[in-house]
């Protein structure tokens, strides 16, 4: 992730709430909390990753980081590619344009969507340095 800004947890709270018209929406568990506050909080982490169980608020995660205004450039390794779709769906649900990377790519975005293969490459390693 490339950061522009950080936030407090009561704004991350208050984008996610807007971008899901859900006015109690709070963090289903802890580590969701800890991943948004570790990209996006006031004491912001240089990178992070965040590896946690199916179901556990990772798409939260990557569509608050995508929706807050000058946050930088979320990196999003999808392992195959057929999660694609479905992540597409879930972004598009909230207003979130996605740039899919793919080799020659020179466009940027809030958030990159990228395969587990491709983000290993030099291209996409000097995408990321642009």
Known sequence: MRRKGAFSEVDLLAVAR?????P???FR???QR???????????????VLA????????LVVIIG?????AGTIILVLPMVALQGDMLRRLHQVGIRPLI???????????VIVSAEAACTQGFLEHCHT
Request: charged letters at 10%.
């Open 18 to 22: 807007k971008l899901y018209n859900a």
């Open 101 to 111: 990377w793919s080799v020659g790519c020179k466009q940027s975005a809030s958030l």
């Open 52 to 59: 946690i169980g199916t179901g556990s608020g990772k798409t």
């Open 29 to 31: 568990v802890l580590c």
């Open 66 to 70: 995508a929706a807050v205004a000058n």
């Open 34 to 48: 800890n991943g948004v506050l570790a990209i996006m909080g006031p004491q912001p982490a240089e990178q992070v």
């Open 24 to 26: 109690n929406l709070q």
